[in-house]
């Protein structure tokens, strides 16, 4: 046995493991899939460094303005959704939280497009400027509200969420509306999509995940002690109000870094942050990997999915996720397992 | 003969029978009638080229212009009629649904009846080429929707915020299976589909309200023969039975009834939400009674749309909004009021 510095038990350490296999095989299907005739050996033999294949024009910008941006990206915004879904489900100590449902993705599109109307942004940073305000705004009211309304009501916060994304989202449609702006355009990526990821986003987004990421980690002890009660933690040292404004700042940017990237995604980061606390109950910072990993999984299988299932058209894989999402809501709300956060284990 | 007669309470002799009248309830009927006419002539007066209220009152009463008459006639009234047509339905349906639950947030717009009765109308209108608009089909997704909801909650009296989640939950699934639907069409193809989805009346014509009047109108006697077991059943559903009411009979006719009252209410201009909910929230702050009569919520749902609508043609100016985005606005902000004043009731 190798003695690591992690202590994992060993069925985790095997889930790591699969997941990883996973998603490596999901990576490379979806550099192997989408527009174009080239299948997975041009694009294998591509990066293999084969002379005919990378004379190969086409396939060079194919593989680079389409298939690669779009697969970092769905690793980006998975990623990052699922981590400020862990994140906002520990802080509010409610299983059903991820930005979605809790309306903190429709305050950063509603950002996103008062910084496009009013202000006529046109780069990745202006875009994650706005939307990092927009989600800041959504974030505050809702756990602003979520500590008004006590631990006590865990659906009464995702209806408080589904009052916010109404009034954000009616903003931002309004505001687009009225301004005739690409409906087209904006209407695909209103939904969620990955389909118009370009590398050089994901050049600028992918920093300011990892500094997010980073602090996601450096709260995780503190977190997972909080998950006894705010006196509790308080009792063993631990600065509540600052681990919050932690959180606010970490979902804050992930929020922002996917709604830049691929517009507004709901249900993945509540997928995957479920699934990976029934993985790890308890310790926080486990619990965040495997988020992290489940939601990297979902979104790339979803959008891998969402290129085949209506070719030749394409369908936004915000609209898939919530016709798988909203079932497994359901089921989850039905058995009760809301309740087990509540549940000192 | 000497009774006593309850106070804040109108008497009315008629022969041998006394009709006892509410004296808030019907001032508060007769105010809401005042406001919705007096929306009306403003909202048909409210447009692209100017018209005075005078001169829609006279073109209304045969005397104005010719131009006023086809201004009036085709482009505004059926607008305006389709409106109030569907405030009206809103208003009805969400005072029944929330009474039958007693669940102030239980209403079609919010549990998905809506959603699913407008899902139905864009997959008949993208994938059959009818030529006419195919407001028939709505009822057959909300009650495919309130099949749904009741299989998965059996009790939504006892459920409370359970009930609306699961209902959010579903009008989300049919939300996204609508824009999958339309995902398959180029926007140009989809046309006045896409804006419909978001609640808009700018296109309503007749043909599509004049059926649906109809159809309200005729179901106006059972609303009537309903409101007094309807007015029994917050009471409880034993105390209702005690009191001569065929519970189950009653809840199921209640139940069909507000499902086809929303779904012919959504056909006009789409799924509008909010709306529903707010209504009889007004009516019953408006009687200081908890639970107000249908008319009531009928006419404070007519009065809300129409002011939405009204109040997002004049902000938006030369615009074409949605009325839906306006009552989303609202709706949103009325909601998080209401759960943040409902603090003790946890779920």
Redesign the interface.
């Known amino acids: 046995m190798v003695k690591t510095a992690i202590n994992l038990p060993t069925h985790q350490w095997a889930l790591l493991a699969t997941g990883a296999a996973l998603l490596t095989a999901l990576l490379m299907l979806s550099m192997a899939t989408g527009a174009g005739v080239y299948g997975a050996a041009q694009v294998f033999g591509y990066f293999r460094g084969d002379a005919a294949l990378l004379a190969d024009d086409k396939l060079a910008m194919i593989i680079h303005t389409l298939r690669m941006p779009r697969t970092l990206a769905a690793l980006l915004v998975g990623g990052s959704l699922a981590v400020a879904a862990s994140l906002l489900q520990s802080a509010t100590r409610n299983p059903?939280a991820e930005p979605g449902l809790l309306g903190v993705n429709a305050g950063a599109v509603m950002g996103l497009v008062i910084g496009l109307i009013y202000f006529g942004v046109e780069s990745t940073q202006g875009y994650l400027v706005w939307s990092s305000a927009g989600a800041l705004l959504g974030n505050l009211v809702v756990l602003g509200?979520g500590l008004?309304?006590g631990q006590?009501?865990?659906?009464?916060l995702?209806?408080?969420g589904?009052?916010?994304?109404?009034?954000f989202?009616?903003?931002s449609?309004?505001l687009l509306?009225?301004n005739?702006t690409a409906?087209?355009q904006f209407?695909?990526w209103n939904?969620g999509s990955l389909s118009a990821s370009e590398l050089d986003a994901v050049r600028i987004i992918t920093p300011v995940v990892l500094v997010a990421l980073g602090l996601a980690a450096m709260l995780c002890r503190q977190l997972t002690l909080m998950q006894m009660g705010d006196s509790q933690a308080k009792a063993l040292g631990i600065h509540t109000t600052r681990v919050r404004i932690g959180v606010l700042v970490a979902s804050t940017l992930f929020t922002a870094c996917a709604i830049s990237l691929a517009g507004p995604i709901?249900f993945v980061g509540f997928l995957a942050a479920y699934c990976a606390r029934l993985v790890e109950p308890v310790k926080l910072i486990t619990q965040m990997v495997f988020s992290a990993l489940f939601g990297m999984l979902f979104l790339l299988a979803a959008d891998i999915l969402a290129r085949w299932v209506?070719q030749p058209?394409?369908?936004?894989v915000g609209?898939?996720l919530?016709?798988i999402?909203?079932?497994v809501?359901?089921a989850i709300?039905?058995r009760g397992g809301f309740r087990s956060l509540l549940t000192v284990r | 003969m000497n009774t006593s007669i309850p106070s804040g309470v109108w008497r009315l002799q008629l022969g041998k029978a006394t009709v006892l009248l509410h004296r808030r309830t019907w001032l508060m009927t007769l105010l809401m009638l005042i406001t919705l006419l007096l929306l009306f002539v403003l909202s048909v007066s409210i447009g692209s080229a100017d018209m005075s209220m005078r001169e829609v009152i006279a073109t209304l009463g045969g005397q104005g212009s010719k131009l006023h008459e086809i201004m009036v006639y085709k482009i505004r009234l059926p607008r305006v009629t389709g409106v109030v047509v569907a405030g009206l339905a809103m208003g009805m349906a969400g005072c029944l649904i929330q009474t039958l639950v007693r669940n102030r947030l239980a209403t079609p717009d919010m549990v998905g009846v809506n959603e699913g009765a407008s899902l139905a109308v864009i997959v008949f209108a993208l994938y059959l080429t009818l030529g006419s608009w195919p407001w028939w089909a709505s009822p057959l997704g909300a009650a495919l929707a309130a099949v749904a909801l009741f299989v998965l909650c059996r009790r939504p009296g006892e459920q409370g915020y359970l009930f609306i989640i699961i209902g959010i939950a579903i009008s989300e699934l049919f939300n996204a299976v609508g824009e999958f639907a339309m995902s398959t069409q180029p926007l140009t193809h989809l046309g006045s589909v896409y804006l419909w989805t978001m609640g808009h009346f700018a296109h309503v014509s007749y043909q599509t309200t004049q059926p649906i009047t109809l159809i309200l109108l005729a179901l106006c006697p059972l609303m009537a023969l309903i409101n007094r077991p309807l007015a029994l059943l917050r009471f409880g559903d034993a105390t209702a039975r005690n009191l001569g009411v065929n519970v189950p009979l009653v809840q199921l006719g209640i139940l069909g009834l507000a499902i086809l009252v929303a779904s012919l209410g959504t056909a006009i201009g789409g799924p509008v939400i909010f709306v529903a909910m707010a209504a009889p929230i007004l009516a019953s702050w408006l009687t200081r009674d908890n639970l107000a009569p249908i008319w009531l919520a009928a006419l404070c749902g007519a009065v809300m749309l129409m002011g939405s609508d009204i109040l997002v043609r004049v902000l938006a100016q030369p615009n074409e909004i949605p009325t839906g985005i306006m009552t989303r606005i609202l709706g949103g902000f009325l909601l998080l009021f209401l759960l943040i004043k409902d603090r003790q009731w946890s779920d």
């Not at chain 1, 006590?152 to 009464?156: C, D, G, I, M, N």
């Open positions: 059903l509200i008004m309304l006590a009501s865990p659906l009464k995702i209806l408080a589904v009052a916010l994304s109404a009034v989202g009616g903003l449609n309004y509306l009225a005739q409906l087209e209407r695909f939904l709901g209506i058209f394409e369908m936004p609209t898939l919530a016709v999402g909203a079932p809501l359901i709300v039905l």
